[in-house]
């Protein structure tokens, strides 16, 4: 299983916002400071960004003092929630898709319901981490 690159960022984003959320007062992180921490494009980080905002993840404040912060405490944003957000389907084999139903073998095949199963403990390990449980190690 591979996830898509906008939930890596949005992940690498989150982990980055929860750092800041230890320090007294929290800072706010802009875009331009998350997107060269990671070393990505200014233009991915924003899209990701705004996807995140809309699935109220983190919030943005705009001006000049303007930033972007979790929208809750980390230890209430579970890593699942946001990989089930931002990952567009979960199609693992073609039998997942309800337009391509090609495979000869599909009414009496049980491989599918084994994939359900390992998605569905995929899903659930990631359900017992949140943000508060990466601490992000710097160099």
């Known amino acids: 299983m591979q996830l898509n690159q906008q939930t890596d960022l949005a992940l690498r984003a989150l982990i980055l916002l929860a750092e800041e959320e230890k320090n007294n007062p929290p800072r706010l992180l802009t875009i331009r400071e998350i997107s060269e921490f990671h070393r990505i494009s200014r233009n991915h980080m924003m899209k990701v960004i705004n996807t995140l905002v809309e699935n109220n993840f983190i919030e943005a404040k705009r001006g000049k003092n ?55 403990a995929f899903l659930a390990e990631l359900d017992q981490c949140t943000l508060a449980d990466i601490p992000l190690k710097r160099p």
């Open 66 to 120: 303007g930033g972007l912060k979790l929208s809750r405490p980390s230890n209430e944003i579970r890593v699942g929630d946001v990989v089930r957000a931002l990952e567009n389907h979960w199609n693992l084999v073609e039998c997942f898709s309800p337009q391509r139903q090609n495979c000869q073998i599909l009414p009496s095949c049980q491989l599918k319901h084994v994939f359900h199963r390992a998605l569905s």
